[in-house]
C-alpha cells in the first residue's frame, strides 16, 4: 500500500470534479451566453443536440447532481481502498522466542505453514524483554522454550485472524509435546504421532470456491448499474413531467419535432450518466493500480468495461419509457404509480442477480434473463464476472437490448406526442392508445 | 411580396364535441388581427393547428399559398395560452436557447435576446431565474421568447391577460409596431376594447366556426344606424320610446342611444327630438366592438 499515492489520488479526483461541476460565473458581460461556445457538436445534430446540450448544462449545474457525484466517489474510492487497507493489517506476525531450541525453531516455522499464517520469528535475550516487546506493540506474541506463551489481549473463540490460529496451534502443538514427553514416548514415537493427519470428511455436494476478484468487480458493477439508471432514469423521469407541468414544451413543440426533442433529453442526461460512471470507474481504476487492488488484475477490467456497456444499453432501454410515462404525468404525486410499474423489471433484475452473484454460481434464471432486454442490464455483467458468457452470447444480448430499444422508442415517441400537450390531470395510457383521449 | 397565412377549412372533433367545424380565415401581413371568440370557441385548438401541434381532420393551413413544415415553423414565433418557460433557468439564457432552436447563432440569439428584454424593460432581469420574476414580467419574458428570432408570423394567445396598464401598453405598443414592420401579427384577447384599439381587423369565431370577420371599422360601421341623442329635461328618453322604425338601445346619464331602422330618416328622429325639447346632443355613432362580438356570438 502507497497512503501517500492514495491520498494523492483522492484529492486530485476531488478537485477534479470540483473544477468540473463549479457553478459559472454569471458575468456581467456578456449578459448572455450561458450555454455558448461549449459543444459545437450540438450544430451538427441540430435541435436534437441544442436540447441534449442544455440538458447537461442544466444538470451539471444542479447541486444534486454535484452531491450525489461526490458520494459516489467516495464510496467507490472505499470500496476500492478499504479491502487493501485490510489485507496489509494483515502481513506477518511477529513472534518473540526465548530460550528456544533450533528444533523448537524449526516445529514453530512448520506450525506456521501448517496454519497458513505469516510469522516472523524473533529472537528475545529474555523473557522480561519479550514482555515488554509484546506490551510496545512491537511483538504480536512470544513464545518461551519454557513452556509458555504470550499474547496481548486474550484470544477471543471468534478471533479467525492468521496470529489467533497460529498460537492456538502452537498451544496445542507444544501441549501435546509434553505429554508425549510425560507418557515417556521416544523421540521418534513422538514424531510419528506428531505427524498423525485428520482423516479426510467427504461431502456429496461440491463445496462454494472463494469468490475471483472478476465476480466481486461484478457484484460492484451490478450495484453501480442499479444506482446510476435508479438516478438517471428519475431524472429523466421528473425532466419531462416538469417540461409538461411548466408549459414550455408547447413553446418547445411548436419548433421541435416531439421526437427531436424526446431524444434530446434522453442523450443528454444519458452523456450526463455515462460521463459520472466512467469518471467513477476511471478513478476506481486508477485507485486500485495506485494501492495494489486486485480490480486491476485478470478478467476485472473486462467486467467494468461490459458493466458499462450494459449501463449505456440499459439507460437506452429504459429512459425512453420513463420519458414517455414523464409526458402521462404533470404532478409530483402522479409520478409515483407510474414509476411503480416501470421500476419492476428493473428491481426484479438487480436483486436476482445481486443473490447469483452471492451465491458464488450463476442460476438457470440470470442466463435467460441476459437476453431479456430489461433484465440483461444486470444479468449479462453478471455472466461476464462468472466467467461465463462468450463473446457471441454478449453481442446476441446486446442486439436483443437494442431491438428492444428501437421497439420502446417508437413506443414512447407515440405516447409522448400524443399526452405531453393534454393538461388537466394524469393522462389514462388506455385511452391514449385507443386514440380517444383530448 | 407580403406574407399571408390562410386557414382553410378547418376541421378537428375531440370525440363528440366540434372544437373546429369548417374553420377560413386569413392573416395579412402589416396588420394585427384580432382573433376573438367565447370561451371554448376554438381559438387555442386553432392556434395549435398553425403550428402543428394537433392533427386535424380535415382542411389546410399555408403560409404564403405553400403548406407549413418545419422550416417554415421556424421563422413563426408563439405565445401560447398557458405560459411556459423553464422556471430555474435564467431569463437571457432561456432566450438564448430558444433563438438558437429556431436556427439563429449563439451569437445571435443572445444580442437579439438581449435587446428584446430592453424593448420590453426588463433588461435587468436577464440573469434572474424566470421563477423570481412578477406575473407581468413573466409575461414579457414570454413575449421575447415569442420574438426572438424575428419571426415573420407572430400568433399570440391572451398575451395582454393579467397586465397592468403600463404592461398593456409596452406589449401593445411591440405588437402595433411589429405589424407595421411587415409582419402577421394574429392575437387572441377577452379584452375587446383594447383589441378594438390595437387590431386593424378581427376575426370572430363561434362553436369552431367563424361567425364575423374584417376590419374593425368596416364591422363596426355594418349595420343599422346608431344615433345618440340628448334631450334636456327628459332623462328617462321618454320621446323615444313613442317613435316607429327606431329602436332604444340603452339610456345612459340621460342620453338614448337609438338604432334607426332602413327606412327611418334621420331628420324624423332629430325633429321628434326638437319637439321633445332642448337637443342638446344629436351624434351618429358606430357600433362598438363588443357590440359586434354579442351580436356576433348570439346568432
Known sequence: MKPGVVLAVVAAAVVLVRLTLRRRRRLPSPPLGGLRGRWRESDLLGETGLVARREIHERLKSRMFRVVSLLLLVVVAAAVVVPTLTRAKAGPDRVGLVAASPSLRAALQAIAKEAGAEVDLLTEPSLPAARAGLAAGRLDAVVSGRGKILVETPLLPTDTSGLARYVRAVSLSLGVERAYAAAGLTARQAAIVARARALPVESLEAGKAPRTTAESTALIGVILIFVVLTQYLTWTLMGVMEEKASRVVEVLLATVRPLQLLTGKVLGIGTVALAQATALVGVALVLAEAVGSGLVGGTAPLVMVATLVWMVLGYAFYSWLYAAAGSLAERQDQIQSLALPLSAPLIFGYIVCLTGVSSGEPSLLIRVLAYLPPTAPFAMPTLVGFGQASWWQFALSALASLAGTLGVAHLAARIYGAAVLQTGGRVRLRKLLLGSAH | ?299
Open chain 2, 1 to 299: 411580396m407580403a406574407d399571408l397565412l390562410e386557414l382553410e377549412g378547418l376541421a378537428r372533433r375531440f370525440g363528440t364535441v366540434a372544437a373546429l367545424d369548417d374553420l377560413s380565415f386569413s392573416v395579412p401581413s402589416g396588420e394585427v388581427v384580432g382573433f376573438l371568440g367565447p370561451n371554448g370557441a376554438g381559438k387555442t385548438t386553432t392556434m395549435r393547428a398553425i403550428f402543428g401541434l394537433l392533427e386535424l381532420d380535415a382542411g389546410s393551413v399555408r403560409w404564403n399559398g405553400s403548406p407549413i413544415g418545419s422550416t417554415e415553423r421556424r421563422r413563426f414565433g408563439y405565445m401560447p395560452e398557458e405560459r411556459g418557460l423553464y422556471p430555474s433557468m435564467l431569463v437571457g439564457e432561456q432566450l438564448e436557447y430558444l433563438g438558437r432552436l429556431h436556427g439563429m447563432s449563439a451569437k445571435a440569439a443572445s444580442i437579439a435576446a438581449l435587446g428584446w428584454l430592453e424593448r420590453l424593460e426588463v433588461a435587468d432581469r436577464a440573469t434572474s431565474k424566470v421563477e423570481t420574476l412578477s406575473h407581468g414580467n413573466q409575461q414579457r419574458v414570454q413575449l421575447a421568447a415569442a420574438l426572438v428570432h424575428d419571426p415573420e408570423l407572430l400568433v399570440l394567445d391572451e398575451p395582454l391577460a393579467g397586465l397592468d396598464p403600463t404592461g398593456i401598453d409596452v406589449i401593445g405598443q411591440v405588437l402595433v409596431e411589429e405589424a407595421h414592420a411587415g409582419r402577421c401579427v394574429l392575437f387572441s384577447s377577452h379584452q375587446l376594447d383594447l383589441v378594438e384599439d390595437l387590431c386593424e381587423s378581427v376575426a370572430i369565431i363561434d362553436h369552431g366556426r367563424l361567425v364575423a370577420t374584417g376590419g374593425v371599422d368596416e364591422l363596426a360601421s355594418r349595420g343599422a344606424r346608431r344615433v345618440a341623442v340628448r334631450v334636456e329635461g327628459d332623462h328617462e328618453a321618454n320621446w323615444a320610446r313613442r317613435l316607429s322604425g327606431v329602436s332604444l338601445s340603452e339610456v345612459a346619464g340621460g342620453e338614448a342611444r337609438l338604432v334607426l331602422e332602413d327606412a327611418t330618416p334621420s331628420d324624423y328622429v332629430l325633429d321628434s327630438a326638437r319637439a321633445a325639447g332642448r337637443v342638446t346632443k344629436f351624434a351618429f355613432e358606430r357600433r362598438r366592438l363588443s357590440e359586434v362580438f354579442r351580436e356576433a356570438v348570439s346568432r
